[in-house]
């Protein structure tokens, strides 16, 4: 989707994504408005212990948000621990196992290039300022956590995940990317009662959506402002993926514009860029 496309607000959130288990794709550019980018989820325990696919022409990340679990690439077996990732090339064949359980997070997009497998572990993420910093004043602050960043090459995927202080706005000053990156939100760790509120919008004073958001729907960004604020005495967690619209060139973190009348302070997203 280019700048100065409408936004259909019914198109933009995929409600209960969490709520399968196995492997389930839940967004792709076939059944939404977004370019390049893919959002799938692969959630294994002693009764489904075992998921198995292709990337196709898809390079792919898959992190895990709980658990751990054995990722075999055309038959060399990487372990994950928690908020570890590894990033596949195209043209693989994957097979998940856990003896326990696992939640990965799954995303992934089209490319032309060959770029090589690599494993991450949050262990050196956290080590590292530029991926890992907290950002934000006293209602915006956040922990930040870049898996798939500088620190990976890739074509077009980036991502992580994020956690607001509770009552919190995050994504905060409004930001756009769309003519560089398309997004989807992901929000976990959120049990009832706990919600928040996300805005995408192209046009401040008319915003195309407006909804509550609860643990396991995706909300995708085509284009569009995006700030989101977590419900009083309780934080809004989102996993984010972001896809590049041009491959390799477009790749690239925290590169925004922020909402006039709302640029006189920092993006927060600076830490990344030094």
Known sequence: MTAGAVLNPKDLIFPGTASHKGRHVSVTPENSSLDHLCYGRI?????????????????TALLSMNGECQVTVNGNPYELGLHDAIYIPRGCRVDVATKSSVDLVECAAEVSGDYPLQVIRYADVVKDPKLKFKTGGSSTSRDLNIIIGDNVRAGRIVAGFTRSAPGNWTSWPPH???????EVYVYFDMPPPAFGIQMVYTAPDKPEFVNVVRDGDAVLMPAGFHPNVAAPGHSINFFWMMAARREVQDRLFGVVNVQPGFDTVGTGLEASQK
Do not use: N, Q, Y
């Not at 325990?45 to 390079?59: I, K, L, N, Y």
């Not at 756009?176 to 398309?182: F, G, I, Q, V």
């Open 43 to 59: 959630r294994l325990d002693v009764e489904v212990p075992v998921a198995s696919f292709e990337t196709a022409g898809r390079e």
């Open 176 to 182: 756009e990317h769309t003519a560089l990156l398309e």
